[in-house]
């Protein structure tokens, strides 16, 4: 596709249910990253993918937070369990690689009730 | 941990004048981003600085990224209502190599008044 693309662009959901959140990036971008934004503070990092790979996943919040990518392309970010703490934006970006701009989706928010 | 920290937090300019938003880290940095976000439209990449002393333009909008590599400007010339929105500047933190973490600042808020 021509940009980054995430879906749902919003989601309501009851607390303690599981989510999950796509993200699809610009075809041929081998890095994808995830952040987290919420209100009154700035976008948190959470994990990157390299290829299908993710090297460093300490900066998702908790172990009901998880990730993959398949295929080198698509990613879903699961969180399990939810709570009304990870009531936020989530935003996904991709680049061609490593340390070049990185083009970010719409994001998804996500409300828990 | 790196920090990046943004001046000013918000900035209400009238139409046609310049401003600065400043954008500092507290150790020497691998590469520098400049976004915008609008509500609604996620965020836009603007630029990317990696070579200390250098300096973009694209339009009205100036980015510089000092010798040191710690702090970036974003100047905005004859500022439009299309300027409006949050600026966020990006890092991607130095330790020897590059993390591949960007991380950003809060963002500064630009409202431009007609």
């Known amino acids: 596709g021509a940009g980054v693309s995430q879906s749902p662009s919003n989601k309501v959901t009851e607390k303690g249910k599981d989510v999950e959140l796509r993200c699809d990036p610009i075809s041929g971008h081998t890095a994808l990253y995830w952040y987290r934004q919420s209100l009154g503070q700035g976008l948190e990092f959470l994990i990157y993918?390299?290829?299908?790979?993710?090297?460093?996943k300490s900066g998702l919040p908790s172990d009901r937070f998880s990730a993959e990518r398949t295929g080198g392309s698509v990613s879903t970010l699961t969180i399990q369990r939810t709570q009304q703490e990870d009531s936020a934006v989530y935003l996904c970006?991709?680049?061609?690689?490593?340390?070049?701009?990185?083009?970010f989706g719409q994001g998804t928010r996500l409300t828990v009730v | 941990s790196q920090e990046l920290e943004q001046s000013p937090q918000s900035l209400i300019v009238q139409e046609g004048k310049n401003l600065t938003i400043n954008c500092t880290s507290s150790k020497t940095l691998y590469g520098l981003y400049w976004y915008k976000q609008k509500y609604g439209e996620g965020l836009i990449f603007l630029m990317m600085?990696?070579?200390?002393?250098e300096e973009k333009s694209h339009e009205k909008i100036t980015a510089k990224l000092d010798e040191k590599k710690q702090q970036s400007s974003l100047h905005i010339t004859a500022s439009q209502p299309s300027h409006a929105g949050i600026y966020l500047c990006g890092a991607d933190p130095w330790y020897g190599g590059a993390t591949n973490k960007l991380i950003f600042g809060t963002g500064t808020l630009l409202a431009v008044q007609p």
């Open positions: 600085l990696q070579k200390g002393g």
């Open positions: 993918f390299q290829g299908n790979s993710a090297p460093d």
């Open positions: 970006a991709s680049s061609f690689r490593l340390n070049t701009e990185a083009f």
